[in-house]
Each structure stands twice: as structure tokens, then as C-alpha cells.
Antibody
Framework: QVRVQESGPGQVKPSETLSLTCTVSGDSISSSRYSWAWIRQPPGKGLEWIAN??????YSNPSLKSRVSIFVDTSKRQISLTMTSVTAADTAVYSC???????????????WGQGTLVTVSS | DIVLTQSPHSLAVSLGERATISCKSS????????????LAWYQQKPGQPPKLLISWASTRESGVPERFSGSGSGTDFTLTINSLQAEDVAVYFCQQYYSTLLTFGPGTKLDIK
């Protein structure tokens, strides 16, 4: 059974950097069949794919590309997300999920974490 | 970006009846080379993460009840829930993977009438 758990600070100040961690259990963190992704959902709004990492390469939503980076620590079975220069518009529930398909051809998400709410506020 | 629109925004259906949710894409999600539609459906119950129900527009995931079915092709897709059960109360949303810029529909909230 694949389990995905996000963790991170519940609040970040505007202009600072958001850092989140996703811990995976029950499955290999490295595979040619899938990558690991971050998705967010602002309060009352729809889901937005942020980025995913496959074989060490990050694929990002162009709207966020310059501010986002993902790192995989295979020894800890963790995927980390950092987002710089956050604003109130970045307030959202951030979720980690397994994304089937390869880096050039991502498909759909088959396992999701519960998500963690991040509020950007001073 | 491929924009997905869902209708209705919310609906209430009586237990045992059929619920139908529409997802329309701003461009075709059908890859002619393999004749596959690059669309998935998810269910999200309150306080829970999304659950994958259907991939490739009509392929039900393992363990998903047979009352859930997906249909459609190109730009118009439908999620049908037959014989609605109380545990089907959730938000349902579609997601396209035709483009590498993955996008989601806004979601449809399903309640019991």
C-alpha cells in the first residue's frame, strides 16, 4: 500500500520561501513508470499542477517555473518542494502525488497525500 | 493551456438514481496515433485526498465499483454514477494529460437529494 504524507510549516511570511516535504512509504521512490508531483488547491478554487520530478529532471508549470524547485532524497524516501517569493496568492492546500507516465508524457495521479495547508501571511 | 469545464457546478440526486457529470475540453484529448483519450476522473470526499476513479476516459481503476463509468471522446466526456449510494457524496473532477501542462476541471459537487 503506497502512503504519501506531506509536512511543512502551516504559515509562511510574504516574500519568503516555502519549503515542503513529502514522505513516501510502501513503494519505490524511483521508477521509470512514474514520477512524483506537487499539486495545490487555493481555498475555494480548483487544483493546479505545480511540478513533478522524473529521473532527476523537474517539469514545472510555466506559471510557476521560475519560483519552484523539487528535490528527491532517495535515502530518506522524500520529495521536497521549495517555492520562492511567496505571496498571499500562494495560500493553498499543497499535495504530493504519484504521477504515472514518464517525464515527457505524464499521465494521471494514482496516489495522493492528504495535503497540507500553507497560509501566506505576515 | 487546455481548459476543462465541468457541469453542473453542483447537483443533488436521490439514492438509487443516476448522476451524470460533464467535462468539456477546450481542445481534443484524443491522440489519433493510439486512439486514446487522455482524460482521468477523480473523487474527493470531505477530508480525504482525491481518489483516481477512471483513466483513459473510460478505464475504471481496480476496486472502483462498477456503478462508476466514464465515456466520451475528443472534447466531451461524461462520468456516470448509476444507482447512487450515500458514500458517493463527494466532489468529482476531471484532469487532462494530453498536454504536458496538466490541468484539472473545477469540480462538481454531488449531494444526496
Amino acid at each position: 500500500q503506497v502512503r504519501v504524507q506531506e509536512s511543512g510549516p502551516g504559515q509562511v511570511k510574504p516574500s519568503e520561501t516555502l519549503s515542503l516535504t513529502c514522505t513516501v512509504s510502501g513503494d519505490s521512490i524511483s521508477s521509470s513508470r512514474y514520477s512524483w508531483a506537487w499539486i495545490r488547491q487555493p481555498p475555494g478554487k480548483g487544483l493546479e499542477w505545480i511540478a513533478n520530478i522524473y529521473s532527476g529532471t523537474t517539469y514545472s508549470n510555466p506559471s510557476l517555473k521560475s519560483r519552484v524547485s523539487i528535490f528527491v532524497d532517495t535515502s530518506k524516501r522524500q520529495i521536497s518542494l521549495t517555492m520562492t517569493s511567496v505571496t498571499a496568492a500562494d495560500t493553498a492546500v499543497y499535495s504530493c502525488a504519484r504521477l504515472l507516465g514518464d517525464g515527457f508524457n505524464p499521465w494521471y495521479f494514482d496516489y495522493w497525500g492528504q495535503g497540507t495547508l500553507v497560509t501566506v501571511s505576515s | 493551456d487546455i481548459v476543462l469545464t465541468q457541469s453542473p457546478h453542483s447537483l443533488a440526486v436521490s439514492l438509487g438514481e443516476r448522476a451524470t457529470i460533464s467535462c468539456k475540453s477546450s481542445q481534443s484529448l484524443l491522440y489519433r496515433s493510439n486512439n486514446k483519450n487522455y482524460l482521468a476522473w477523480y473523487q474527493q470526499k470531505p477530508g480525504q485526498p482525491p481518489k483516481l476513479l477512471i483513466s483513459w476516459a473510460s478505464t475504471r481503476e481496480s476496486g472502483v465499483p462498477e456503478r462508476f463509468s466514464g465515456s466520451g471522446s475528443g472534447t466531451d466526456f461524461t462520468l456516470t454514477i448509476n444507482s447512487l449510494q450515500a458514500e458517493d457524496v463527494a466532489v468529482y473532477f476531471c484532469q487532462q494529460y494530453y498536454s504536458t501542462l496538466l490541468t484539472f476541471g473545477p469540480g462538481t459537487k454531488l449531494d444526496i437529494k
